[in-house]
């Protein structure tokens, strides 16, 4: 890894887990700034530089738009629950069944919501039901936007963009076949209808493995097994994961993409592999 990308990596694993390593600040700072906003991660090394108590030798004209990223993504993400709230009571109102899937889910499960960032939120829905879905978000001032059949895009304002999908994963990839549409991934509880612990993993590697081969997935997909792992109150049944996984054509990938979220951001060790494989995430596309 270059020295800006070790210094991302480390202050990543400060920000969500404080993990106490000592960070290098011999950087090309500029090369930083557009390595992680890339990524979509400018909150989250704002916050880890700050917990490994090094702000104070961040120059300025990083710390300013750092600074600007974290006050954006705190006011994003107060939009974007203000719409979720309003959805939430018309969709339950209609009686239509849905699910929040992906960073909706496990933003809670960061040191802060806010911190980790979306482009959008994606709503697992009955295709039956667009035409009422169609009616309800026009009524909070949804303007419709891309369509290809897999889904149906909104923008509300304050700048949310929601996808309404009928299945986790885009339909004509080999994943999207094994794991759609995900309704057999839910349960009904107190609050409504849930994905298992067991599907929001699933939903997380696949989503991973879906855009790993169709255009870059980026470090944040890392960091979200990692902490799917780790931070999230309930385990998963490990057996059924492996099981789904299998079946997919997925274990020896994601056995892999686990071991990677443990070296960068946990007590895991290099390989020449991991090595590669970080490289890759790294400097490739980053979906978003």
């Not at 557009?34 to 090394?45: A, E, S, V």
């Not at 203000?82 to 499960?109: C, M, N, Q, T, W």
């Not at 986790?168 to 509880?189: A, C, F, K, M, R």
Request: aromatic share 8%.
């Amino acid at each position: 890894m270059t020295r800006e990308s070790e210094l991302l990596i480390a202050a990543l694993g400060w920000a969500v887990t404080n993990k106490n390593k000592e960070l290098s600040l011999s950087v090309d700072w500029e090369k930083l700034l557009r390595l992680t906003k890339r990524h979509m991660l400018l909150p989250l090394l704002g916050d880890g530089l700050q917990k490994a108590g090094c702000w104070e030798s961040v120059p300025q004209e990083v710390a300013k738009p750092l600074e600007k990223a974290a006050m954006h993504a705190v006011y994003h993400d107060a939009q974007t629950e203000h719409i979720r709230a309003k959805l939430e009571k018309e969709l339950k109102e209609e009686k239509i069944p849905y699910v929040f899937l992906k960073g909706s889910v496990l933003k809670y499960d960061y040191p802060e919501p806010a911190l980790r960032t979306m482009c959008d939120m994606d709503v697992l829905v009955h295709t039956e039901d667009y035409p009422a879905i169609e009616r309800i978000s026009r009524g909070l001032q949804g303007v419709p936007g891309h369509s290809d059949g897999n889904h149906r895009n909104y923008q509300f304002p304050g700048g949310v963009e929601v996808e309404f999908h009928p299945n986790l994963i885009h339909q004509d990839t080999p994943v999207g076949t094994e794991i759609n549409p995900g309704w057999q991934y839910t349960e009904q509880t107190a609050d409504g209808i849930q994905m298992t612990e067991e599907g929001i993993y699933l939903n997380t590697l696949c989503h991973l493995a879906n855009h790993f081969v169709t255009g870059g997935v980026g470090v944040r997909f890392v960091l979200d097994v990692w902490v799917n792992r780790h931070l999230r109150k309930n385990p998963v049944d490990r057996e059924k994961v492996e099981t789904e996984l299998t079946r997919f054509g997925l274990l020896d990938f994601a056995r892999n993409i686990e071991a990677l979220a443990e070296y960068w951001f946990g007590a895991g060790e290099s390989t020449p592999l991991l090595e590669e494989l970080g490289e890759y995430i790294l400097t490739s596309g980053s979906h978003g």
